[in-house]
């Protein structure tokens, strides 16, 4: 049940009244954190409607409404909510505007970086496909060095008769092609068969270290940088060995 009294005293630096009922002897207490509107300071005399509770075994005020707080007062608290609302309003759109531009020069940021990225990525492409290009060049230049240095190497012409001879050895041996070739040759142009399986390239060149004819002949023929065949006709060592 609501009663009805007034403000009777109220200690501003303790919080806290009592309020006089009418019809009654004993005050009730009464706390500001209670007391609707609390931003408002409670003025003695001022008329209330409670209702009595129990609050850790002591009775006092709950439930009150401020039926002496004029509309005036009303207005006012209202007027000073509004003008917090605008006071803080701007902030809040600073606020905003300020997390917007950030956001918008990250972007800015971010975007500079992947073209500054993206250039420097073909930018190496472009160098390596550069020294790829110059690389082969440079091989190509190389060959045809070694080509030219090297000249045209003489080719072995056989007759007809020793073409004949040739086909014939060819299926009445069992040795190797290369060393079919080389003995038909040979005996075309009068030259000594050389016994491939006697000799073997162990790094000598000159005709000081041959001990016959046939070996000089194999080393020309089958090993390399050898330094026996000065005339270059294919005969080594012809004054060593009197040919």
Avoid: W
């Avoid at 040979?186 to 000159?206: A, I, W």
């Amino acid at each position: 049940m609501f009663l009805k009294g007034k403000i009777k005293s109220f200690s501003t630096s303790r919080g806290f009244g009592f309020i006089e009922v009418e019809g009654d002897i004993d005050d009730v207490f009464f706390h500001i954190k209670d007391l609707p509107q609390n931003n408002i300071e409670p003025k003695i005399g001022e008329a209330l409607q409670f209702m009595i509770v129990e609050d850790q075994g002591k009775f006092k005020a709950g439930n009150i409404q401020r039926l002496g707080l004029s509309s005036e007062s009303k207005k006012t608290v209202s007027s000073n909510k509004k003008k917090v609302r605008s006071q803080a309003s701007p902030r809040y759109q600073e606020a905003g505007h300020k997390t917007t531009l950030i956001t918008v020069i990250g972007i800015i940021i971010v975007a500079v970086l992947g073209f500054l990225t993206y250039g420097k990525y073909q930018s190496y492409s472009a160098e390596k496909q550069r020294k790829a290009e110059q690389l082969m060049l440079e091989q190509q230049q190389i060959v045809e060095e070694q080509r030219k240095a090297l000249g045209q190497l003489p080719d072995q012409v056989l007759t007809e008769q020793g073409k004949q001879n040739l086909d014939a050895e060819l299926h009445q041996t069992n040795q190797p092609r290369s060393e079919r070739v080389t003995q038909s040759i040979d005996k075309q142009n009068g030259r000594l068969p050389v016994s491939t399986g006697k000799f073997k390239c162990d790094g000598r060149t000159h005709c000081s270290q041959m001990r016959s004819y046939e070996e000089a002949l194999y080393f020309l023929r089958n090993c390399p940088n050898t330094k026996m065949d000065g005339n270059n006709d294919g005969e080594p060592c012809e004054r060593q060995f009197g040919k």
